[in-house]
């Protein structure tokens, strides 16, 4: 089966999450709206002019006469055929949860930048992003990252489900990666409480599949135009 | 199987969304936090004294031995044992495609009166919400319906999967009663250009099964600690 993933072709952003997992597997598939045409293909997809069942929003997956949206909902059906989630049903509920739990951090990380709306530029709300940004540093960040660094302690590690290397594990190098990039200052303090995580970071920036892919042009680099922002007034 | 529900005991909140599945299925379940002890019970299981697995937040759900985690996961489970899910994959993906779509709007929703943060109390963040309401009015709602509305109009209706009724129509009805609830202005206005999602509003709500409960003590009134909130001053 070789997949066509849809996303916006100029970021990362909430592609990312799945890219990692198809690239780590080493699947077959093609970053369709990077591709002559792509884009206006994606859009067609979404005004659903063909499709009965449109979906609201890049990223989208096709995989045969399937189109699945919403990244954890992608990643929900390509984690056991990439072998990257257990079969059992109780296990790919559990590493769904905390892929859900990513979905939600990522939403936060967005709001930074955007805390009045998406309908307003970044120059439009930069004292509201400002003081969002305050309490994002101080305790969403650490609330989310702790709560995986606990699940790793629990798991007893390296990885969230043990041994066993999971697309949850891509998503935390992934988070880990681009609070990086846009908050390196508040990211130095806040590593230090979250050693496990970080740990998962290094081992997956380590897989040979993930090294090949960060090294390649296949890997878009972060940017103002994405989930994670670099702008130094946000970060403390 | 007895389901045991745990949520914040005096909202609607996210929980609300399981409720009504349950309430629906005529499911055996309990409102483990609205009983004795049940708040504590709730947050020693988030603690994770004795779970490898512990939730991030409520709402969850345990049925049996199993502990699962945010609505749209927990619905994901139920659907098919309620009868509010087609068993085939397919359906299964994109009936949670369209509840992880809700589960975007109602974070949206909740941010009208939380913009910077949950950090910081409506009162410290006013002239923000006024802000974040205009555009909220202006387009996420009406963007979010309309796709809403796009959907039961290619599957023929009344139902988002066609003649049989599902948890998202459940979670439709809600959205309309509490955006109602939250902007009886605004929403007179937007309601106007979303008719087949106020008709599965209304078909919903004349079902027996929730008619029984909207009327009984186990439905908590809308309030202002929930996600819909009624601020006049962000209604227009």
Redesign the interface.
Known sequence: MRYQLFYWPEIQGRGEFVRLALEDAGAAYDDAARKAGGVDRMLAMMK?VRD?????APPFLKAGR?T???V??IL??LGPRLKLAPRDE?GR??L??VQ??VT?FV?EIH?VHH???R??YYEDQKP?AK??AT??L???APK?LG?FE??LD??GGPYLLGRKSSYADLSFFQLIEGLRYAFPKGMKRIERKVPRVVAVRDRVAARPRIKAYLGSPRRIAFNEMGIFRHYPELDR
Chains 1, 2 share one sequence.
Do not use: C, M, V
């Open positions: 659903g009965k069942r449109p979906p609201f399937l699945i949206a919403q954890a909902n929900f059906y109780a509920l559990w769904h949860q859900l739990t939600d939403k709001d805390p009045l709306g309908g307003l509201e003081r969002y309490g994002f101080d305790e969403r989310y709560y606990r699940l629990k798991s």
